[in-house]
C-alpha cells in the first residue's frame, strides 16, 4: 500500500510559478514511477509528467515541456512538480500518482495504482 499527500496549489496571475510537492509513504514505494496528472472541470483526466524513484528518468507532456519540471527527494520520499510561466489552461486538480509502470511514454491513468487526493491550482487572466 502507498498513501500520497500533495500541497502546495493555490491562485497565481498568468506567467507566474508554483511547486507541488507529493509526499509518499507505505512499503515498497520506492519500485514504482510517481506521476503527475491533471483534471480540469468537464474534462478527462490528463497526464502532465512522471518520474521513476530509481534512475533519472522523465517524460512530460507536451503542453508542458519547457515549462514544468518534475523531481524527487529520496530522503524526504517526496516529489515536486514546478510550474513555471503558467497559463490560465494550466487551471486544473492536480493529482499525484504512483504506479509500476514499465514504459514512462505510457501514460494512461489506468496504470497508476494510488492516487493522492488533489491539490486545486488556478491560474488568473
Known amino acids: 500500500q502507498v498513501q500520497l499527500v500533495e500541497s502546495g496549489g493555490g491562485l497565481v496571475q498568468d506567467g507566474g510559478s508554483l511547486r507541488l510537492s507529493c509526499a509518499a509513504s507505505g512499503r515498497t514505494f520506492s519500485m514504482y514511477a510517481m506521476g503527475w496528472f491533471r483534471q480540469a472541470p468537464g474534462k478527462e483526466r490528463e497526464f502532465v509528467a512522471v518520474?521513476?524513484?530509481?534512475?533519472?528518468?522523465?517524460h512530460y507532456a507536451d503542453s508542458v515541456k519547457g515549462r514544468f519540471t518534475i523531481s524527487r527527494d529520496n530522503a524526504k520520499n517526496t516529489i515536486y512538480l514546478q510550474m513555471n510561466s503558467l497559463k490560465p489552461e494550466d487551471t486544473a486538480v492536480y493529482y499525484c500518482a504512483a504506479g509500476l509502470v514499465p514504459v514512462l511514454s505510457s501514460t494512461a491513468p489506468a496504470q497508476y495504482n494510488y492516487w493522492g487526493q488533489g491539490t486545486q491550482v488556478t491560474v488568473s487572466s
Open positions: 518520474i521513476r524513484w530509481s534512475g533519472r528518468s522523465t
